[in-house]
Each structure stands twice: as C-alpha cells, then as structure tokens.
C-alpha cells in the first residue's frame, strides 16, 4: 500500500463538487415548491426517499474498500463517489426540467 500524495486534492475536490451539487439541488427544490421550477410534486417524497439509499450505498462501497485493505481516504473517496453519483444525477434530472411559473405541476 503506497501514499498517494494528490489524495488530499482529489478528496478536496470531490467534497467541493458535492457540496456545490447538494446547494444547486436545494436551490432548485426550494424553486420547484415555490412554483418556479418544474419539478413535479412528488420531488419533495423522492428528495427525504433518496438519502437513507445513498447513505447505506456509501457506506457499503467504504466499507468494502476497507476490507479490500484499501487506507482510509481511499475508502472516504469510496463512500463519497456513491454519493456523488446520487448528486450528479439529482442535478441534472433537475436542470432538465426548466422554469415554470404555474404550481400545479405533477
């Protein structure tokens, strides 16, 4: 098992692009309820039914990577892709749906 040195800066820039993912996703559910965004009513179930998904998948994927002997950022960048492939999809199944200013979408 070798030291990667660019780890850190590949955690870094993982953990950035998430957390500017999760904002745009909030901002744009916050406009889909405001009646703004076209987002369809059900996103506000599918938005708290997604989390406990995505929560057991990244800490399944580290979890694995721990007992393949892999060290802990490797089983962080493990745990945070799988929740990086939920906010990536998330973002643009919402970027699809465009503005709409009438509320009473479904």
Request: with cysteine.
């Amino acid at each position: 098992m070798f030291f990667d040195p660019l780890s850190p800066f590949s955690l870094t820039l993982q953990a950035a692009r998430i957390g500017v993912e999760a904002q745009t996703i909030i901002a744009l559910r916050l406009a889909g309820m405001a009646g703004l965004w076209g987002t369809p009513n059900s996103e506000v179930l599918r938005m708290i039914a997604e989390k406990p998904q995505a929560t057991v998948e990244a800490v399944e994927a580290a979890t694995c990577a721990v007992l393949r002997g892999e060290g802990a950022g490797k089983a962080m960048q493990a745990g945070m892709r799988e929740i990086g492939r939920y906010t990536s999809s998330n973002l643009a199944r919402l970027s699809e749906m465009g503005p709409a200013f009438a509320p009473d979408r479904d």
